[in-house]
């Protein structure tokens, strides 16, 4: 890092760079997406158009929506939609609500299509409350249990931190949802499980998503400790007379962050991943329900605008999470 | 990667005598967990194998006047025939969890080894070459890295026809990315290295020195942590599979036996307890070998990552 002025210019320097890649990125995404789409067999327009449309419907309606152009044409005129901030509209809902998709071809009642865009801003915010409360979840086992871990490496502590972190990770997200819902939720009657009505019928799918994330934390948090322990710099930090707690805290676990930030922005895909199963386990209305509504309707224009932003989303995490790393610890570059 | 001849090992004659993946292998056998995991493991696989050829109950045969009988003393109306009780239709849970078994081990193991060979491949060929093959490489990765993996495969997967073939290739071609990043960094460091330069001199051919010299160092320290990733693609095929996008049924997978389960949880539970039971006992001893292996990997190679 630079002092004063510089540091600005790297700043700046460092987000040119890295938002310019960060738009390769995303449009390798939206190619790879939009290509494998239209390369897969699975006619969309017959789902639109019902099944008992005549051929020359369909014809006419893929006609019209051009989708029998060569799909460089397509994605050309696709991207140039996005350019503007504008992602299409889905196949099949319409903007008010329920999906239409069995619906009779010559059904002349059926409304407006739903914008893309308006779907996945409606959706993303629930995600977005269920993705923070499950790290606040995870953040509250695996901190005490990955720090102790790391303290103690070889004692009980550390195998603790093993052994949680197995069996954790062992449980698949979609079994642990259905058990905890039959003993919480039926059986119990402590937390409400199915579909969105407040707050609280966010806890229980956290939980889940917090149990899937848990591992991973408490594994890099154990790693970077005990490794950070073994620097120099601690052992010098005791005879300079700091504290044994103040090191703990201030020095080492500062410095064993680092790994963790970066551990947000790797796993971020595996994060999205879980929120995708656990929202569909229990019906709640977020962002990864509508993406495999989206897949199993073949909503093409919505399942790509879904990889577009969740890509995008990707790029801009890691360039936050790289920021954060290097005012964490100057030594760092990128 | 530190020059391993370089590291203190306590002296003891025969140790150096075996190769670092043995000595690896050995350090993970000292360990509890790993006895625990490869004891329950094996068993696992064992089951799965055998049982079915040796009982002559059909995992897809319907009795419908067998059908929910509960686990073994788990209940009333259970019988020493069906030990795991029956499903809805009165097909064994036993022999389904195990053929359940028996694709999800199939597919997890096939997965990895696909992930294993393209990463490997596409990493070598970054870090050795370098230079705009590096550059193009590594901005595929990262591009294939900023697709939710499983995005990735349910759209395909529910797009196209879900065959076990597909499935395979589709996890396999989604998961790569990550192996071919850490053998990218490990060849890049062992590319300096003498023995290369003087291969190079001795006029070995690139592909030699790839394949016949750096392979065989840089593979063996990422193939144990893949035994962690075994347990994580059976995760993502059950996943699947619950999903709707597995194998199909009537075959029985975890992932379509524990969605079906789930339509009579309050009342036949175990239709969608028993199997993942089979699935976590499987995954842990898997997980449990995989973190041993991990470590004592960790502690050869000199603490490093």
């Known amino acids: 890092m630079h002092v ?33 789409l239209r390369v897969i067999p699975g006619d969309p327009v017959r789902l639109m158009a019902g099944g008992m449309a005549p051929d020359h419907v369909i014809d006419q309606i893929a006609e019209d929506m051009g989708l029998r152009d060569p799909i460089p044409v397509q994605f050309v005129r696709y991207m140039g939609g996005v350019l503007q901030g504008d992602l299409g509209q889905s196949f099949i809902r319409p903007a008010s609500g329920a999906a239409v998709g069995g619906a009779s071809f010559d059904d002349n009642t059926r409304s407006e299509r739903a914008e893309v865009f308006d779907l996945i801003a409606d959706t993303a915010p629930f995600t977005l409350q269920l993705a923070l409360l499950a790290m606040a979840f995870a953040l509250i086992v695996a901190l005490p249990v990955g720090i102790y871990g790391g303290l103690r490496p070889g004692k009980w502590p550390d195998r603790l931190a093993l052994y949680m972190g197995s069996l954790f990770i062992s449980l698949p997200n979609f079994w642990l949802g259905i058990v905890l819902a039959l003993v919480l939720s039926v059986n119990l009657g402590w937390l409400p499980a199915i579909g969105y009505q407040g707050f609280a019928y966010t806890i229980l799918p956290a ?4 149990v899937e994330i848990a591992p991973f934390l408490i594994r890099s948090l154990t790693v970077s400790v005990a490794q950070n322990m073994r620097e120099n710099y601690i052992s010098v930090a005791a005879i300079r007379g700091i504290g044994h707690r103040r090191i703990v805290m201030a020095h080492a676990l500062k410095n064993a962050s680092v790994p963790l930030l970066n551990l947000l922005g790797v796993q971020f895909s595996m994060l999205l991943g879980g929120v995708l199963v656990v929202e569909f386990i229990f ?27 969740t890509s995008a989303a990707f790029v801009v995490i890691n360039i936050i999470v790289d920021l954060v790393a290097t005012t964490i610890d100057p030594r760092l570059e990128y | 990667m530190t020059n391993i001849s370089n590291i203190d090992i306590p002296a003891v004659d025969n140790v ?24 329950v493991f094996s068993a696992m696989v064992l089951l799965a194998i055998f049982w079915p050829m040796i009982s002559s109950i059909d995992p897809l045969k319907i009795n419908i006047r067998a059908k929910l009988m509960p686990p073994a003393f788990m209940g009333e109306g259970w019988s020493w025939t069906h030990p795991m009780g029956t499903d809805q239709l009165g097909r064994d849970m036993l022999m389904r969890s195990l053929v359940g ?29 370098g230079g705009l093959t590096d550059t193009i490489l590594m901005r595929i990765t990262d591009a294939q890295l900023s697709i939710p993996m499983i995005i990735l495969a349910i759209a395909i997967l529910g797009v ?5 073939p597909a499935i395979i290739l589709v996890l396999g071609l989604s998961g790569w990315p990550v192996y071919a990043r850490v053998m990218r960094s490990v060849v890049m460091a062992e590319r300096k ?18 394949f016949l010299l750096l392979l065989p160092i840089c593979l063996p320290p990422i193939a144990f942590v893949a035994v962690l990733d075994i347990a994580r693609m059976m995760i993502f095929e059950s996943v699947l599979g619950f999903l709707g996008l597995g194998v199909q049924p009537p075959t029985p ?28 006992l499987t995954l842990i001893s898997l997980n449990l070998m995989g973190a041993a292996l991990e470590r004592s990997r960790n502690r050869v190679h000199g603490g490093e990552a």
């Open chain 2, 193 to 210: 290295r003498e023995f290369v330069r003087g291969a190079t001199i001795l006029g070995a051919s690139d592909l030699r020195i790839m």
């Open chain 1, 283 to 309: 019906d709640y209305p977020g962002l990864g329900l509508l993406t495999i509504n989206a897949v199993l309707q073949r909503d093409f224009p919505l399942i790509q605008g879904i990889a577009i932003v």
């Open chain 2, 16 to 39: 150096q005598a075996l190769t670092i993946a043995q000595r690896v292998v050995l350090g993970a056998w000292r360990s509890y967990e790993f006895r625990v995991g490869f004891f």
């Open chain 2, 253 to 280: 997978t975890f992932g379509n036996i524990i969605a079906d389960g789930r339509k009579y949880l309050v009342n036949a539970w175990w239709i969608a307890t028993v199997p993942g039971i089979f699935l976590f």
């Open chain 1, 4 to 36: 004063g002025g510089g540091f600005i210019v790297f700043i700046v320097n460092f987000l040119i760079r890295r938002l310019a890649q960060g738009v390769i990125i995303v449009f390798l995404v939206s190619f790879l997406i939009f290509t494998l």
């Open chain 2, 101 to 129: 078994l028996r694709y999800s081990l199939l597919i997890g193991l096939t997965t990895v080894v696909v992930m294993l060979a393209v990463g490997a491949l596409v990493g070598l060929l970054a870090g050795y070459r």
């Open chain 2, 160 to 164: 196209a026809r879900p065959t076990i």
């Open chain 1, 207 to 210: 939980i889940v998503l917090a």
